[in-house]
T-cell receptor, first 113, second 114 residues
Framework: DQQVKQNSPSLSVQEGRISILNCDYT??????FLWYKKYPAEGPTFLIS?????DKNEDGRFTVFLNKSAKHLSLHIVPSQPGDSAVYFC????????????FGQGTELSVKP | KAGVTQTPRYLIKTRGQQVTLSCSPI?????VSWYQQTPGQGLQFLFE???????NKGNFPGRFSGRQFSNSRSEMNVSTLELGDSALYLC?????????????FGEGSRLTVL
């Protein structure tokens, strides 16, 4: 049972344009959502997070939107840069105090110059 | 500040053998979690340790076990290895009780089972 789903395995975007990565979840107990970025041969690195009490969180070029009623979140990257090319994982947890995250399967973003 | 350190980085084993992987968390982090990454399944949670106690456990068979030492370092063990255990094993540490919930990952230990 996949509680967190990223339905697009890959996404290709032109440099300077917007990248939108999507994530759906099924568990209504999830209270905290995070995005991680992973380059080959490296561990995932934290990008941005959002609590369920918010519907938007911004950090520079990265914005995460949360739609609780639809159980959907998205990550917007504007403007996209070639260095953003990586695999992006959406993750969820029932609180922000534990080490147990449920990850989606990842979306490979390719930003073309 | 040193990051999460995992050893070994690469290893090859044969079916039926056992393996032990090691993880040193970021200084001051008392929570250590382990994840398995495979191409088909993504990152799957194995277990979490805090103050030498298992705090959470994922849906993996009993062949997968772990422990945490008093200095917060952690080890995970896989016994009776199967071909399907070939994966990247990632360790992550976090600062509980006042932290943001963010996990800091190591570079992983890539296990190949032949």
């Amino acid at each position: 049972d996949q509680q967190v789903k990223q339905n697009s395995p890959s996404l290709s975007v032109q440099e300077g344009r917007i990248s939108i990565l999507n994530c759906d979840y099924t568990n209504s107990m999830f209270d905290y959502f995070l995005w991680y970025k992973k380059y080959p041969a490296e561990g995932p690195t934290f990008l941005i997070s959002i609590s369920s009490i918010k519907d938007k969180n911004e950090d520079g070029r990265f914005t995460v939107f949360l739609n609780k009623s639809a159980k959907h979140l998205s990550l917007h990257i504007v403007p996209s840069q070639p260095g953003d090319s990586a695999v992006y994982f959406c993750a969820a947890s029932e609180d922000n105090q534990g080490g147990k995250l449920i990850f989606g399967q990842g979306t490979e973003l390719s930003v073309k110059p | 500040k040193a990051g999460v350190t995992q050893t070994p980085r690469y290893l090859i084993k044969t079916r039926g053998q056992q393996v032990t992987l090691s993880c040193s968390p970021i200084s001051g982090h008392r929570s250590v979690s382990w994840y398995q990454q495979t191409p088909g399944q993504g990152l799957q949670f194995l277990f979490e340790y805090f103050s030498e106690t298992q705090r959470n456990k994922g849906n993996f068979p009993g062949r997968f076990s772990g422990r945490q030492f008093s200095n917060s370092r952690s080890e995970m063990n896989v016994s009776t290895l199967e071909l399907g255990d070939s994966a990247l094993y990632l360790c992550a540490s976090s600062l509980l009780n006042g932290g943001t919930g963010e996990l800091f990952f190591g570079e992983g230990s890539r296990l190949t089972v032949l």
